[in-house]
């Protein structure tokens, strides 16, 4: 993994939100799913971690917002933590997976990504953590993806034509979104892998150094 992808682990986040600005509206829900090889060396989707996501004080939420996503932010059996806790527990399990791939950075990939990561580095600045393992503005796109290798651009359409399940009573639940972003974003991935071999060959030929060892990540010292 850490050469596939020059020492950078992809990992599917998507957001449910208030609203669509970040700087403004509430973050409720989110959602890590990360990604990995099998024996074959193809891409495969492997552990999903979801939180529900308390409202920041002072936070926005947009009823049209909710009228889509069918969150109420303020259900007494909603199991919402704090966005600090959220976001802690997300870089956890995101920097395992780091250790893990070899890898010493983390890259969002999403479905319209820039909405994802732009949602996540306001609720990081908000909460004032200093170790975020995501790359801070570079991100892989699968709407972008999608629409070039597929022809399709919104994610339930995409997934479909990519021969992978669609519940449309599951959509607009982190998990289940970030869950179904990974299956096409690894599905794409294998389907040009011929292409990338071709081009790793490439890269050899022309002489060009190997990426330097992934750089250790350690141990997070939070509870």
């Known amino acids: 993994m850490s050469r596939r992808f020059r020492g950078f682990l992809p990992v599917v986040v ?7 600005s970040s700087s403004t509206d509430a973050l409720l829900e989110i959602a890590a799913v990360m990604i990995g090889l099998d024996a074959d060396g193809n891409l495969c989707r492997g552990e999903s971690h979801a939180y529900h996501v308390q409202p920041f004080e002072g936070a926005n939420i947009e009823p049209a917002a909710l009228a889509v996503n069918g969150i109420d932010p303020f259900h007494p059996l909603r199991p919402a933590i704090a966005e600090r806790d959220a976001l802690q527990r997300i870089f956890r399990d995101v920097r395992t997976a780091m250790r893990g791939a ?21 609720a990081v600045a908000r909460t004032d953590i200093k170790r975020n393992p995501f790359h801070p503005f570079s991100c892989f796109d699968t709407a972008t ?9 919104v994610l339930a359409k995409a997934t479909v034509v990519a021969n992978i399940d669609w519940d449309s009573s599951c959509a607009h639940s982190a998990r289940y979104d970030a869950e179904r972003t990974a299956d096409l974003f690894c599905s794409i991935a294998n389907a040009s892998r011929d292409s990338y071999l071709r081009a790793e060959e490439r890269a050899r030929l022309l002489g060009w150094i190997e990426p330097a060892p992934a750089e250790a990540v350690p141990e997070d010292p939070e509870p």
């Open 14 to 20: 998507d957001v449910e939100t208030g609203g669509f």
């Open 145 to 153: 993806l999608a629409g070039v290798a597929l022809g399709q651009t």
């Open 102 to 122: 070899g890898c010493r950075r983390a890259v969002l990939v999403g479905h319209n990504a820039a909405f994802d990561l732009g949602f996540l580095n306001a």
